[in-house]
């Protein structure tokens, strides 16, 4: 079960939705077109943070034909949403906790003659409460290189925030939380799993407190007794191994305030009198570079391992 508790901020939809990241056809640039053009990325508040896109141009301002990438640091931690593109995440690298991403303009290798240019739409997503007040964060850019020139362009790409009420005047830093806030609790009593094997069904909720940029959650099962495993979760949809499982939020990540309930689904200690033992569960969060938690005291709750235990 996935939620948002307290008051979630219903945002104004100001018919700027996100668009899906695609790539434009190689065409002829107009005449005096730069190397690389940038439009102005800005960010409208939605059910679930903020979202947008901002078209980026690459021209070939040269006399022979050439292949063109990008590099991008994006300007707010955590929101360019790259799994669209073409963008090679083993060569990713983090700035003052911005990912730089290096990417190809097409899916195949495409070189752009004199007087062409190409264009891919970038899209961004920041979850934070939509605020009444506009904001602006800097610090992101996007450089171009080619295969003759190396870099060859390079521009800033700030990130203005449209306030709930359409405003972008006068905008705000934006100031995002630097430490993640993760936090787990025991969501009722341990039960039978329903697959004939005797596994137990541990259930637990999690919960996201500010902003700070996060790929995903992981929780470790320790101290298990002898004969038990962690099998997987329940729903199940990531990966487990080494007694830990990927938390199976739908989008991997959450909101301020969200929280998501599921269970882990553990087998029983080969000795019956081992349930009684407590066993620790043990909830951290994923981003680069590892951050320690804000609140480290609820990142870990105990629990025995017998039907009942917790109800």
């Known amino acids: 079960m996935f939620r948002k508790t307290g008051t979630l901020l219903t945002a104004v939809l100001l018919g700027l939705t996100a668009t899906v990241a695609t790539t ?37 301002t040269g006399s022979a034909t050439d292949y063109f990438h990008y590099k991008l640091r994006e300007p707010v931690p955590g929101a360019f949403q790259a799994d669209d593109l073409n963008c090679d995440m083993f060569d990713m690298r983090v700035e003052q906790n911005r990912r730089v991403f ?12 004199p ?13 934070t409460d939509p605020r009444q007040y506009p904001m602006i964060m800097s610090g992101g850019w996007v450089e171009a290189y080619s295969t003759n020139g190396g870099l060859v362009a390079s521009t800033s790409v700030n990130a203005l925030f449209r306030s709930t009420t359409g405003s972008l005047i006068r905008p705000r830093p934006y100031v995002q939380d ?9 969501n009722g009593p341990v039960t039978e799993f329903p697959d004939g094997a005797g596994d137990l069904r541990v259930p637990v909720t999690i ?32 990966p487990v191994g080494s007694g830990g499982a990927l938390v199976p939020v739908p989008g991997i990540q959450l909101m301020p305030g969200e929280e998501f309930s599921f269970a882990l689904v553990i087998s029983p200690p080969t000795d019956p009198a081992d349930a009684t033992k407590l066993i620790d569960i043990e909830v ?5 570079p590892e951050t320690p938690d804000v609140d480290p005291s609820d990142n870990v709750v105990r629990t025995a391992l017998a039907v009942g235990a917790n109800g």
């Open 24 to 60: 434009g056809p190689a065409v002829a640039a107009p005449a005096g077109d730069d190397t690389l053009s940038v439009g102005r990325l800005i960010l409208t508040p939605t059910d679930r943070g903020y979202q947008g896109s901002v078209s980026m141009t690459i021209t070939n």
């Open 102 to 113: 290096n990417c190809a303009l097409t899916d195949h290798w495409v070189d752009l003659a």
């Open 115 to 127: 007087g062409q240019s190409i264009q891919n739409v970038l899209d961004f997503h920041v979850l």
């Open 178 to 186: 630097a430490q993640p806030d993760a936090s787990i609790r025991l």
């Open 207 to 238: 919960r996201y407190d500010g902003d700070a940029p996060h790929n995903s959650f992981w929780v470790q099962a320790g101290s298990l007794p002898a004969g038990s495993v962690l099998r997987h979760t329940d729903p199940g949809s990531g």
């Open 284 to 288: 951290t969060t994923d981003w680069y």
